[in-house]
């Protein structure tokens, strides 16, 4: 399981720039979807062996709030969600009153809190910092966000209890969450599956407050569903608060094989069912994507072609999930559903053997070689599967400067022809021959 590492801090401190300088450091998987970066508050930093989710508070804000509950509600969920918190402050300016509000709220948790103190350009400045020794926390460092200065530094203060992240060992159960917005469904689509109503099911958004798992049987074999379903903290700040329900879903969505995206047949598709799949695919999660309350909709026949039409143009990032049209509350196209869940596990899960995996890529070859660039061409020496959930292939390769990304597209789509992995990701890595 990674550790979770929260931003926390006043406005106009750089968190936001900071957020984006750590996330560059990342080797994980990432996608290009419309309109997420500009609302993103979450994301996964690979640094060396470690691993962690990286939450940025200050993508949160409460427009019925003022200034000061905005900032104590973003230093309550660093609290509540964070193995570390890094304490974003100016470093060129006067603590402020807010920062002495955060500092007495995090100074009464066990948590670790670094004062990274942004800014600082120059290592001229560099006393300025012992101006925040006045906060009263152990770990305080000079860093400029924009110029990548201290940046390492202050990975490996951050990094330096975790333990090496190695994936879990796989049990032998098909673990899947379903996510999505809230008032989408999530709970009710939950009980319909299992026949029984083990949790509260409500029209008002957010009921659900906490990730439950519910183990299962289906077609004699075990299986365990996390119900994410609004993922809520009890307290009027929290029930304002739609991201939060995002934050609290991510850890549950790291314990999961298969990500279920529900989505609200009455409302349509609309951005943040894009921002909820973003986090699963940052994960590396298998996908399935599910329509709800197919009930409300009229003349299903030509709608189911017009919605799907929708669908793959809307989530373009996902060609090979399956797309469900369901409805939890009178259980039409239920059985749809489970079958969907289990091909993307054993499509996550699968192990190609090495001989035809080179097959495939030497016909691939074969019929369309990689372009040339400079009178030099890639050459493919060998390729095999280095790691499952989701599937690794390395290929090994003469220079992997060459590699053209159109190129590695089109080799991802000769694998997905040629092997059947529908509903999960796959990820391609190249290296030089020889390297290690």
Not at 185 to 191: C, R
Not at 212 to 232: P, W
Request: with cysteine.
């Amino acid at each position: 399981m990674r550790k979770t590492v929260c931003l926390v801090g006043s406005p106009n401190t750089g968190k936001s720039t900071l957020f984006n300088r750590l996330l560059n450091e990342k080797k994980a998987i990432t996608s290009d979807i419309a309109g997420t970066t500009r609302d993103r508050l979450y994301g996964i930093v690979n640094y060396g062996d470690k691993s962690f989710s990286l939450i940025d508070t200050g993508g949160i804000d409460l427009e019925t709030a003022d200034f000061n509950d905005n900032i104590k509600v973003q230093a309550e969920i660093a609290i509540d969600e964070a193995d570390v918190i890094v304490f974003v402050v100016d470093g060129k300016q006067d603590l402020t009153t807010n920062d002495y509000a955060v500092r007495d709220m995090l100074l009464k948790t066990d948590k670790k809190v670094i004062v990274a103190c942004n800014k600082l350009d120059d290592p001229k400045h560099d006393d300025y910092i012992y101006n925040f020794y006045e906060l009263g926390f152990e770990h305080v460092i000079a860093i400029s966000a924009e110029h990548k200065r201290n940046i390492e530094s202050l990975l490996d203060l951050i990094t330096e209890d975790f333990n090496t992240y190695t994936t879990e060992p796989k049990d032998e159960v098909c673990k899947f969450c379903i996510i999505g917005r809230p008032n989408v469904g999530k709970s009710s689509l939950v009980n319909a599956l299992l026949n029984e109503e083990r949790q509260i099911v409500s029209n008002v958004a957010g009921t659900t407050r906490e990730a439950n798992d519910t183990k299962f049987r289906y077609d004699g074999e075990d299986y365990l569903v996390i119900d994410t379903a609004g993922m809520r903290k009890r307290g009027k700040i929290y029930e304002e608060l739609e991201k939060y329900s995002i934050i609290r879903g991510i850890k549950a969505i790291e314990r999961a094989d298969v990500c279920v995206l529900v989505i609200n047949a009455e409302e349509g598709i609309i951005e943040q069912d894009k921002h909820v799949l973003q986090y699963a695919l940052e994960a590396g999660k298998a996908i399935v994507l599910v329509v709800n309350k197919w009930d409300t909709v009229k003349d299903r026949d030509t709608a189911i072609k017009e919605w799907k039409l929708r669908m793959r143009n809307e989530f373009q990032f996902v060609p090979y999930a399956e797309i469900l049209f369901i409805s939890a509350k009178d259980k039409t196209r239920l059985h749809t559903l489970m079958p969907a869940i289990i091909k993307a596990y054993e499509s996550y899960t699968k192990e190609v053997k090495t001989s035809v995996l080179n097959d495939v890529i030497r016909d691939a070859v074969a019929l369309h070689q990689a372009p040339s660039y400079k009178t030099k061409r890639l050459k493919i020496y060998f390729v095999s599967q280095t790691d499952t959930c989701p599937p690794k292939f390395t290929f090994n390769v003469n220079n992997k400067g060459l590699l053209h990304f159109s190129y590695e597209r089109y080799l991802e789509n000769k694998i997905r022809e040629s092997i059947d992995l529908d509903g999960t990701p796959i990820i391609l890595q190249f290296k030089n021959k020889g390297e290690e």
